[in-house]
């Protein structure tokens, strides 16, 4: 694709790459304002301070975004496709790489263009730099079955892995904040830059894509001595025991079949609202042995350092409490079974009934939902002793595309 | 109060505040660990920067968060008062006192407390450090007459310039995002320090007082050559024109009547939501005709640089269009009127019909909103260009009480 530029005016150089709507147009050159350059940028420095001259590469056998530390916001947005037949999304999804390697550049989405055109970036994070932008994209069941599937061609491509989540018990699962023909998660060092690349996407697939839902998160930044792990709005820290980059073959990433999802993903997305007056109101007792941690330390009940093993066989004070989450989720209980877990708290104002509407934007990426997200979640709706506190409001399930190729499109391993 | 301390365990020294439920249990001191101290942050420093060791004084003749510097985050959330006597209202703004004033020194909300007891601090801000905390009370109408009023004997005690906003042309007020008894501003480097902060006055309120509404609020953070003056999500920079310190007394700061408001201020928070849709398919010279600006530099269309004077008066190119958002909305077009303008982009996710909710959390400080507020935007409901594109779906109108003196409370300057 284009090489970094100073000024955001070098139009894209891969010439096949169709250029949609406004996208190609560079009249007077007036308007669209130039992002500072990202030249000195480290990739992957200061990854969890503001630093907004960060940039995370683009392009490589995965998509970024999934196990790369986790930046402080994250916009998260589901997409139904609008376009009428298979060459319309594949002029939305080489539009969106265009536009997506340019914005994790610190580029405006598209170039910039005269002013008598509707601009093709909505233009507020002009000025704030790459911010270590990362935009990951999947698609959903919806677009590869039933009506979609059929009016792309598509349902013969549907992964296995990508089969629909069962139902489970306590869910109240809204429609409006569930499922999608396609998911964008970007996170960065930036709140304004994260909110901006969603916003962007829409408009740059204006006309092929709607927005279907969209929520933002944030993870506080820990200083001092505080430990990394960043705190639900419980309280308490949360993805302790996350995946070794050693274990993401085996956890994280697609298998052989069908082939064209090779470096790709699958991402369970859950809007978990927690019922914080509840959990305001129990003692720190009770809610320590509801987590089975210490809210402080997060070190387990059972003791040592937040990294400590938690000793999760046995009755007793000698061992974590049979409901308690860390023990209902842990792959010990569970066959082994693990997930990459990058997820942000959520604040979206109040509930109909006068509550903080504020949860965990779980956002859970594996091998196979069906052997990993979706039997660890069987077991924590009837065993959880957390199942009280948290419910899920929304949900849904995503093939997250393989990385993209220098030149290459998010269409390539799906359209081929 | 309390000085500073380095582990959250030392009590509150003021004896005569009420200390409330468990705010005063201080037992086994298990479980809310020690935030990191303060010492050596300089107040003020950094004030755009993530630093979260940035410490602004809670004490002084006004509150902190209207002239000072915006931080990248803000969560403004309005309460209503459940209390069924003024005794009950008194201990919840004295309650309210102690906690505020710990929060912006980076210490939890209450002292340390024994596991057999509910938390009085919620726990998600531990180990973030202060991060420029500031936190801004206010009073409504509704809680200084009617059914309230009677109940807490304050009927007398509302202020003129209190008056409720009338209807303006335009507005789709809904009831759940609008007015209540308290305002509570939040800001702070770190959206889940500012978050945290309304969570935990819930928490400490418990009883006393239940969230109405609550909204989170962002600004990307400018670097390089752009300049400081934050960009809404049209796209456009917002607020280059803010009075200066010279100016507060005259514009800022409420004057001698009533004599309990002297220090204090009056709020206008209005949630306006952009029609992001219709605005991104706008040429951008139409835009640009539609602000008064030029979007990439915030430069007026009638020449210079960002801080250059629009020309205002006459017609054709040679001056700002007669309907252009900064004509309309200057001190020239309104008699002098000026605001303080302290606000925040949101972002909450979708509206029913499927567009993203979002828009411009306006928060304007004023000496009285009958001469400022008020009449601006009745013109601006009616010639303003941009009202095509904007729709104020929320609306408040408060007192913000003055500052508190050091051993003081918010109580003191309304109930004496």
Request: hydrophobic share 40%; net charge neutral; with cysteine.
């Amino acid at each position: 694709m284009d090489g970094p530029t100073d000024d955001g005016t070098t139009a894209p150089q891969v010439s096949r790459r169709a250029v949609l709507g406004g996208l190609g147009a560079a009249g007077g050159l007036v308007g669209l304002g130039a992002l500072p350059g990202v030249a000195g940028a480290a990739p992957g420095a200061g990854s969890r301070s503001n630093g907004t001259a960060r940039v995370v590469p683009f392009h490589g056998r995965h998509q970024a975004g999934i196990t790369d530390p986790a930046p402080r916001h994250a916009t998260v947005a589901a997409f139904d496709v609008t376009a009428t037949d298979l060459a319309g999304l594949r002029s939305l999804l080489d539009a969106w790489t265009i536009a997506a390697e340019r914005m994790t550049r610190g580029l405006p989405a598209g170039p910039v263009l005269d002013v008598t055109r509707a601009p093709n970036d909505p233009g507020e994070a002009m000025g704030l730099g790459p911010s270590g932008l990362t935009i990951t994209v999947g698609v959903g069941p919806s677009l590869l079955s039933g009506a979609s599937g059929a009016r792309f061609g598509l349902s013969t491509r549907r992964p296995a892995p990508l089969a629909d989540l069962p139902a489970f018990e306590g869910d109240a699962l809204v429609d409006r904040w569930s499922d999608g023909d396609l998911i964008v998660q970007a996170c960065s060092d930036d709140a304004q830059v994260a909110f901006h690349a969603v916003h962007a996407l829409a408009v740059t697939g204006a006309g092929l894509v709607r927005v279907r839902w969209s929520i933002d998160g944030f993870l506080g930044t820990p200083r001092g001595t505080e430990s990394p792990t960043p705190r639900n709005l419980m309280g308490f820290k949360d993805g302790t025991v996350n995946p070794e980059p050693a274990q993401f073959d085996r956890v994280v990433w697609a298998g052989d079949e069908p082939r064209w999802m090779r470096g790709g993903s699958y991402l369970v997305v859950r809007r978990i609202r927690m019922d914080l007056a509840a959990w305001d109101a129990e003692t720190l007792d009770d809610q320590q042995e509801t987590i089975g941690r210490i809210r402080s330390t997060g070190a387990p009940l059972t003791g040592g350092t937040e990294s400590s093993a938690p000793i999760l066989r046995g009755r007793g004070s000698q061992a974590i409490p049979a409901g308690a989450h860390i023990r209902v989720a842990s792959p010990a209980a569970n066959g082994g079974a693990r997930l990459l877990r990058r997820g942000y708290n959520y604040s979206a104002g109040t509930t109909e009934a006068g509550d903080l509407d504020a949860g965990l934007l779980f956002l859970a990426y594996q091998r196979d939902p069906r052997e990993q997200f979706v039997p660890i979640q069987r077991r924590l709706a009837t065993a959880d002793a957390l199942r009280t506190y948290v419910t899920a409001v929304g949900s849904g399930v995503y093939a997250v595309l393989p990385g993209v190729r220098p030149g290459g499109s998010y269409a390539d391993p799906l359209l081929g």
